[in-house]
């Protein structure tokens, strides 16, 4: 997309925080392969030689992203050598964690929350702690469902709070309803997002999932949005179809591109997360022609 920044791998990472708060930097045009044509490359090579291949790629400085939207496709691709590698030595696991946990792989999400303390009983990896609740769509464990009223309160951090705020909205069950509305007292410099939140489950929503992705991507560009939606494309599905990501256009004083991840259910499709992945300045509207 026009406009986009080139983001390093740290910034995929804390995609959240660092689109949601502040502007991104934008990177030094540069000659070399973009993360995308390497992962591309590395998807060329021998299987005994990709791991090799991803551990350089995670060593990168500066990685050249030129399109978040299409470097998550193709990083889908790799998950189980990823797992492989966060499992083993000689990869720095905490950005591969990060990614996994990124991603939404229940092995990585897992280990995450193993390495977060307890709310208020420790310090907190703010980038960790984002990449998790961004995930908790469907909290399965009283931990996760505690982590997500601690960062709608806002104890987690800006980009963590954004998420957990998102995730007990998109979930729109009674128990999110609840502890939305004890946030909504908790945390009054989120006000206008919770009541955003809190009248989208009012409305009747029901759970993002279903059989058909391409209005599955549909109805979650439309909960997730926070402006007027522009655009939805239409839905990548992994190789091993387990997976797939839509991306999503909304306005609200600047364009917001977004990425919504669905993971493969019994039942068909169900919304594992969204993730903001960039914004760009865009020029107001030209005035209306004068009445002649």
Not at 21 to 42: F, G, H, K, N
Not at 136 to 149: D, Y
Not at 164 to 185: D, G, M, T, V, W
Request: hydrophobic share 40%; glycine share 8%; proline share 7%.
């Amino acid at each position: 997309m026009a406009g986009r920044s080139r983001r390093t791998i740290q910034i995929i990472l804390t995609l959240a925080l660092a689109s949601w708060l502040r502007p991104l930097p934008l990177m030094a045009q540069t000659d070399r392969p973009s993360a995308e044509q390497e992962l591309a490359r590395i998807g060329r090579l021998p299987r005994a030689q990709q791991a090799s291949a991803l551990k350089a790629l995670f060593q990168t400085k500066d990685l050249d992203i030129q399109d978040p939207e299409e470097f998550i496709a193709q990083i889908f691709e790799f998950r189980q050598l990823l797992a492989e590698l966060l499992s083993g030595k000689g990869i720095k696991e905490k950005e591969a964690l990060g990614l996994l946990t990124y991603l939404g792989e229940p092995v990585a999400v897992r280990q995450a929350l193993k390495q977060l303390p307890e709310p208020g009983a420790g310090e907190i990896d703010h980038d960790l702690a984002e990449a998790v609740v961004g995930q908790l769509i469907q909290p399965a464990t009283e931990r996760e469902w505690n982590l997500l009223a601690y960062g709608a309160k806002g104890e987690l951090g800006g980009g963590a709070t954004h998420y957990a705020i998102q995730s007990l909205k998109l979930n729109a069950s009674p128990r999110a309803r609840a502890l939305l509305e004890a946030a909504l007292i908790a945390n009054p410099e989120r006000r206008k997002v919770i009541e955003d939140a809190l009248n989208y489950i009012r409305s009747g929503a029901t759970p993002l999932e279903g059989t058909d992705l391409t209005a599955l991507a549909t109805r979650a560009a439309n909960a997730a949005k926070r402006g007027k939606l522009l655009a939805v494309r239409t839905p990548h599905v992994t190789r091993d179809g387990q997976r797939a990501i839509a991306g999503f256009d909304y306005h609200r004083g600047c364009r917001y591109s977004n990425i919504a991840v669905f993971h493969r259910t019994a039942r068909g499709w169900r919304l594992q997360s969204t993730m903001i992945t960039g914004v760009a300045l865009t020029p107001p509207a030209p005035p209306p022609p004068p009445n002649r």
